[in-house]
């Protein structure tokens, strides 16, 4: 038997044994990534199962004349899976339109709880450097005062001056809410973590993002029945009031895709990864 590749023996280390287990909250990057990876191949391996289920009767039938069963059995065996082949033709015609809608559900709490864990990191990282910052430019201006302090009265000076900047930035601390890529950009931008003027979000990955989020309300909270609440924050989205939530493979790839991109542009912005920012709707995972 042939050995798996190298990516499949990590992608199914990773099923094995999802990375969270190994670490806390704290590793949000990593918690973001494998999130979004776990609800993608949840989503995948259904896709792969579909299509072996459109040869159930075929391959029964196949393992019925093999085996030289009871013509009952036979009859009520092939029964059974021509039930099956017919079901997940009509789950493939419908381009699994439930189970590309839960994946992206998934994949916007991942955005969500990526960026709720990262402003707190981020500004504890932000008020050390501010106040480290101004200690040393307190040493440039006032050396001699600063010279006669014992490294414990400047360690003390350290910590209630970073307590005090800690409260004030606690007090501009928001967590996400709001529609497109505002509901992350605010609290990023309270850390210094926002888009900068000269790479903004492209308008249309914005609105991808405005429809998905509320798409992802409407099924979390009304059923899957878009209501005018939706409507008016996102009002690109093909919907009219009261109509079924249908998210078809084309829709996955672009909402999907604006989702990857957002995270992987955060990513960047942290110093630590590329950003598919000028290309993001290409973005999609293949075979999506």
């Known amino acids: 038997m042939a050995e798996p590749c190298e990516d499949s023996r990590s992608e199914l280390g990773r099923t094995r044994r999802d990375p969270r287990l190994g670490h806390g ?8 990534r494998s999130a979004m990876e776990s609800a993608e191949r949840v989503r995948r391996l259904a896709d792969w199962g579909l299509y072996v289920l459109q040869g159930a009767e075929d391959l029964e039938r196949v393992k019925l004349d093999a085996s030289n069963a009871d013509p009952d ?12 082949t017919a ?7 419908n381009q699994m339109v439930e189970l590309n809608a839960t994946t992206l559900v998934a ?3 991942a955005g969500d709880a990526f960026v709720e864990g990262l402003v707190p990191a981020a500004r504890e990282m932000l008020t050390r450097l501010l106040v480290q910052r101004a200690m040393d430019e307190a040493g440039h201006q006032q050396p001699e005062v600063v010279a006669q302090l014992s490294q414990e009265q400047l360690d003390r000076a350290r910590r209630v001056f970073e307590t005090s900047l800690a409260t004030k930035l606690e007090e501009v601390y928001a967590t996400p ?4 890529a505002k509901r992350w950009e605010e609290p990023l931008a309270k850390v210094r973590l926002g888009a900068s003027a000269s790479r903004p979000i492209p308008a249309d990955m914005d609105q991808a993002l405005a429809e998905v989020i ?9 059923a899957g029945r878009v209501d005018a609440k939706a ?18 493979r084309a829709a996955y790839k672009r909402d999907s895709a604006g989702l990857w991109t957002y ?3 955060i990513i960047h912005r942290l110093g630590l990864g590329p950003s598919a920012l000028d290309h993001w709707t290409m973005n999609y995972t293949l075979n999506a």
């Open 263 to 265: 995270g992987e542009e």
């Open 25 to 32: 909250r704290a590793a949000v990057v990593a918690d973001w």
């Open 177 to 180: 809410r709001g529609t497109g």
């Open 107 to 109: 994949m916007v709490s």
């Open 73 to 84: 059995y036979a009859e009520r065996a092939l029964h059974a899976a021509r039930e099956r």
């Open 231 to 248: 409507l008016k924050a996102a009002p690109s989205l093909p919907y009219v009031e009261g109509e079924l939530v249908r998210v078809d």
């Open 87 to 93: 079901l997940a033709k009509a789950e493939s015609d």
């Open 214 to 222: 509320q798409l992802r309300h409407v099924i979390a909270h009304r």
